[in-house]
């Protein structure tokens, strides 16, 4: 991967995502730690451990860590961002991208709160983003010209996959990507302990699970991989694969995933509207 570095990133926030965007950054050679700066709110020890463990440059001071920025990154709850924003607005320079990862707080808000600035991006990652396995979806500002999409790409697109969405899909993103990975940690645990209750160890069984999941997952993300099409071929008529497919259908697995996707949905949608009036 190349290496940004030209690029100089200041976080806001230095919490879950933050850090996983830090890994991630790190760990795909992307940056180098001296280019990411990350401040909090009062946390001080966090901001230890962060500079401690991964050599990035730290500090409770926000003129310190946005002055020269090249890409902002707004990591705070939705709830604090009515006050973070605020905060920084004054502290902005016109040409520094600003990337908001914060659920359901919407562009016009994002513009409105950092006093106008012209250049700001939404994205949504995942935590998987820390192993550059990530799935994003970036949509620009109204008006946000190429060139600082094109910045906000030089940084999402080395964490894993990124696609370009309108904002009125963010909600369907967060309910797909954003909180998918816990549906396929779900999935894991259960057949973990089944692994287990079949006399497999803890690690082999562990091992097992994650392997295949990964596995399934680059098969799917082959070009033209279509998941019926995979699953046909792995399932013999009468076979171990269409007794245990037999079970899960009886059980209604597939309508209730749909239910729990729209519900996320839903949620975000909800959460995002309470944003809105925070
Ligand atoms: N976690 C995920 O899987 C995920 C996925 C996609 C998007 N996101 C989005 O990422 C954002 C952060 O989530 P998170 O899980 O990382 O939350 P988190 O772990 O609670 O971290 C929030 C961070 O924001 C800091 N903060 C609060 N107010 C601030 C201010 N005024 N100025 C500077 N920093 C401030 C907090 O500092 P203190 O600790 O000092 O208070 C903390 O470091 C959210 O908006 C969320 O929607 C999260």
Redesign the pocket.
């Known amino acids: 991967m190349q290496r940004q570095d030209d690029l100089t990133v200041a976080l ?9 965007l830090i890994s991630g950054w790190l760990v795909t050679g992307t940056l180098e730690p001296g280019r990411i700066r990350a ?6 020890e ?2 230890r451990d962060l500079e401690c463990r991964y050599g990035i440059v730290t500090t409770p001071d ?1 003129a310190e860590v946005l002055d020269g920025a090249d890409v902002v990154i ?5 709830a ?2 009515p ?2 924003m605020a ?2 607005a004054p502290l902005l320079d016109g040409r520094q991208v600003v990337v ?6 919407r562009l016009d808000a994002l513009r409105d709160g950092l006093g106008g600035h012209p250049l700001v991006v939404r ?5 998987s983003c820390s192993l550059g396995a990530g799935a994003t979806a970036l949509c620009p500002g109204r008006d946000v010209p190429a060139e600082a999409m094109e910045t906000a790409r030089r940084l999402f697109d080395p964490l894993g996959v990124t696609v370009d969405i309108t904002e009125d899909l963010f909600d369907a993103v ?1 309910a797909v990507s ?1 909180s998918g ?1 816990a549906y396929v940690y779900l999935l894991a645990e259960a057949v973990i302990e089944a692994a287990r209750s079949l006399g497999l160890t803890d690690e082999a069984a562990r091992l097992l699970t994650a392997q295949t999941i990964l596995g399934a997952g680059r098969m799917l993300l082959a070009e033209d991989a279509d998941p019926r099409e995979l699953r046909r071929r792995v399932t013999s008529p009468g076979g171990t694969t269409a007794a245990a497919l037999a079970v899960l259908e009886q059980a209604g697995v597939v309508a209730r995933v749909h239910e729990a996707v729209r519900r996320a949905a839903a949620r975000s949608a909800e959460l995002a509207a309470l944003a809105a009036h925070s």
């Open positions: 806001l926030g230095a919490g879950k995502m933050a850090e996983a401040c909090n709110r009062k946390d001080r966090r901001l926000k707004l990591a705070v709850k939705p604090d961002a006050v973070a905060e920084a908001s990862v914060m659920a359901g707080v994205a949504m990652p995942n935590t967060t954003g990975p």
